[in-house]
C-alpha cells in the first residue's frame, strides 16, 4: 500500500463546478504540500499545510492530522485549472513522499 | 527574479554513459532537492543538500550521486546509465526545510 494516496485517479469537469481532490497518508508528517503539473512538466508548488486550512483565489486546502488526510478545493473551475495535482507529504523521518497524482479535465 | 534554471533541458545518452545535470536554485535559496519522475513511478525523490550538506536521500543506487556548492548550486551525477534511467529529473529550491519549493522547468534525460 502506497504511504501517500490520492483520489480520484483522474477527474472530468464542467467549466463553473466545485471540484475536491482528496490525500490520505499513513506516515508522521511534518508538512504537506500540493503541487500542479502542466503538460510540459513544469511543476508548481499551491500550498504548504502543517494544520487547519489556506485559501489563495480559487483554490482552497484543508488538513486534518488527526484524520491523516487533506483536501484541494477548486472552486469555480476553468479550463486553465486542467492539470495534474500532486500531493506530497515530508515524513517525520524527513523524507518527501509523493502520492500518484490526480489528473483534472475541465471542460468549457 | 530569476527562477531555478535546470540545464540542460533535453539530453540524449547510451546506455553505460555518465551524465552531469545543473540546477541554479532561487538567489537566496540555500536547500535544493532533486526528484526524478517516470510514467510507472510517478515522482521520487533523489537526495535533498542545504549549505553543501546532504540532508537526505530518497531509495535510489549509488549510482545516483549529487553536490552543492558554496553558491548553492547543485549538480546530480547518474554514472554507468541504464535504459529505465530515461525520465524528467527535476530539482526545487527553497530558503530551507520546510519552506515550500521552487521547481525548475526539469532536464529530460534519453538513454539509449
Known amino acids: 500500500k502506497n504511504e501517500v494516496e490520492q483520489s480520484p485517479q483522474n477527474l472530468t469537469a464542467q467549466e463553473g463546478e466545485f471540484i475536491t481532490i482528496n490525500c490520505s497518508y499513513s506516515?508522521?508528517?511534518?508538512?504537506l504540500h500540493w503541487l500542479q503539473q502542466h503538460p510540459g512538466g513544469g511543476i508548481v508548488s499551491l500550498f504548504m499545510?502543517?494544520?487547519g486550512k489556506k485559501k489563495h483565489g480559487r483554490l482552497i486546502a484543508t488538513i486534518n492530522i488527526q484524520e491523516k488526510h487533506s483536501s484541494l478545493h477548486i472552486t469555480a473551475s476553468h479550463p486553465r485549472d486542467s492539470a495534474v495535482y500532486i500531493c506530497a507529504v515530508r515524513s517525520d523521518t524527513d523524507k518527501l513522499i509523493f502520492g500518484t497524482g490526480t489528473r483534472l479535465q475541465v471542460f468549457p | 527574479k530569476a527562477g531555478v534554471t535546470q540545464t540542460p533541458r533535453y539530453l540524449i545518452k547510451t546506455r553505460g554513459q555518465q551524465v552531469t545535470l545543473s540546477c541554479s536554485p532561487i538567489s537566496g535559496h540555500r536547500s535544493v532537492s532533486w526528484y526524478q519522475q517516470t510514467p510507472g513511478q510517478g515522482l521520487q525523490f533523489l537526495f535533498e543538500?542545504?549549505?553543501?550538506?546532504?540532508?537526505n536521500k530518497g531509495n535510489f543506487p549509488g549510482r545516483f550521486s549529487g553536490r552543492q556548492f558554496s553558491n548553492s548550486r547543485s549538480e546530480m551525477n547518474v554514472s554507468t546509465l541504464e535504459l529505465g534511467d530515461s525520465a524528467l529529473y527535476l530539482c526545487?529550491?527553497?530558503?530551507?526545510?520546510?519552506?515550500?519549493?521552487?521547481f525548475g522547468s526539469g532536464t529530460r534525460l534519453t538513454v539509449v
Open positions: 499545510l502543517s494544520s
Open positions: 506516515v508522521g508528517i511534518s508538512a
Open positions: 526545487a529550491s527553497s530558503l530551507g526545510p520546510p519552506k515550500s519549493y521552487t
Open positions: 543538500y542545504f549549505s553543501e550538506t546532504q540532508r
